[in-house]
């Protein structure tokens, strides 16, 4: 499909993108480059055209779909001896994967040539994996042993490579994953992307009106923060917009002031800044599919977005204390907010004004 979230071969790229052979040579470019790579890993579903469930028949395999006495009938749910199975959210393309069976625990994570361990080796040696819906990952419909299986996974990868980033996707509040033993980090929607959208675009969670004051703003931000051992704040991935929100700039009605103010806090804020791609343009966008639109490469010259991006990234990258160091909160008012942040003797202030 268009999202690529139907996994149909976990160890072969897409042939829409490439090779495995390009994506090594990838690797290696990034990496000369002193770069950083992640894969996104969809281990809660495959496709319905992955030879274990082989829904059309077109793999030589006996397809857990075909038969009951498939190898694989018990990688998915099925009821009974029937053709009903479980699809994640109900999406009949999505059949969600049984970790209660062995081979398919040693197939993602367990053993020596495990999905998580082969993209980690040479010749691709990435960095990190982020974790799609991993609140969802575990035995049976409601994710039993979850914590178990997130802390396999991260072990499986620090195996391979200790400083490999864990990032799960969490559309809510992950405290529990994020207490050092299991994530290094999430997608921080809940402490950043969510306060951030209320306060500036008067949205809430689900995208209907609210009013948020600067008092209460600060608040839940200092909750969020309290919540999580000071490491795995700082492994936050936050971020204004993604593939699954509609694009910030589009939320505060195409408002330079606004969108501007979002990205400083992003780069000031405890926690790595994301970008989802063409943010750095002002891209705009509604809900998905709309905020998924092509890269406009045209828009690059001149942009006087991405030329004020590249100053926030310098600023960040030349002042250790916005990178790691601590939130110092310095005043605050109905319509503005300041605080601090300090490493040693760099001291950074951050100020905010909404008026």
Not at 10 to 23: A, C, I, R, S, W
Not at 49 to 67: D, I, V
Not at 143 to 154: C, D, E, G, L, W
Not at 202 to 221: E, H, K, T
């Amino acid at each position: 499909s268009n999202h690529k979230y139907d996994t149909s071969d976990y160890t072969q790229v897409d042939p829409h993108l490439g090779t495995n052979e390009h994506f090594a040579s990838l690797c290696e470019k990034l990496h000369q480059r002193d770069m950083k790579i992640m894969l996104d890993a969809v281990f809660n579903h495959t496709s319905t055209e992955h030879p274990w469930f082989n829904l059309q028949g077109l793999s030589p395999t006996t397809g857990a779909y075909q038969s009951v006495d498939s190898p694989y009938r018990h990688y998915y749910f099925f009821e009974g001896e029937s053709q009903n199975y479980i699809g994640w959210k109900g999406i009949r393309s999505l059949p969600v994967l049984n970790f209660e069976h062995p081979e398919v625990r040693d197939y993602i994570y367990q053993g020596e040539d495990a999905v998580i361990k082969h993209w980690l080796k040479p010749p691709y040696c990435i960095d990190g994996w982020r974790f799609d819906v991993i609140h969802m990952l575990g035995e049976g419909e409601g994710a039993k042993n979850n914590a178990h299986y997130v802390k396999a996974f991260r072990q499986s990868a620090k195996d391979v490579n200790p400083d490999c980033y864990v990032l799960g996707e969490h559309f809510f509040e992950a405290t529990q994953w994020l207490q050092g033993d299991q994530e290094d980090g999430a997608m921080n929607y809940y402490g950043f992307a969510h306060p951030v959208r209320a306060l500036l675009a008067q949205l809430d969670i689900s995208f209907d009106p609210i009013q948020l004051s600067v008092g209460d703003f600060l608040d839940w931000q200092a909750e969020a923060r309290a919540k999580i051992p000071w490491h795995n704040q700082l492994s936050q991935l936050n971020q204004l917009d993604s593939h699954d929100t509609a694009r910030f700039l589009e939320l505060v009605k195409n408002d330079p002031r606004r969108f501007k103010l979002a990205a400083t806090l992003l780069f000031g804020y405890v926690g790595t800044p994301c970008l989802y791609y063409g943010t750095e343009l002002g891209m705009l966008g509604s809900h998905d599919p709309d905020n998924r639109r092509c890269m406009p490469w045209d828009t690059v010259e001149n942009n006087s977005y991405l030329a004020f991006f590249k100053q926030l990234i310098a600023l960040r990258l030349s002042n250790p204390a916005l990178q790691k160091g601590d939130y110092i909160p310095l005043y605050q008012d109905n319509e503005s907010f300041v605080f601090a942040r300090q490493l040693g003797d760099n001291k950074v202030i951050n100020a905010f004004n909404l008026s």
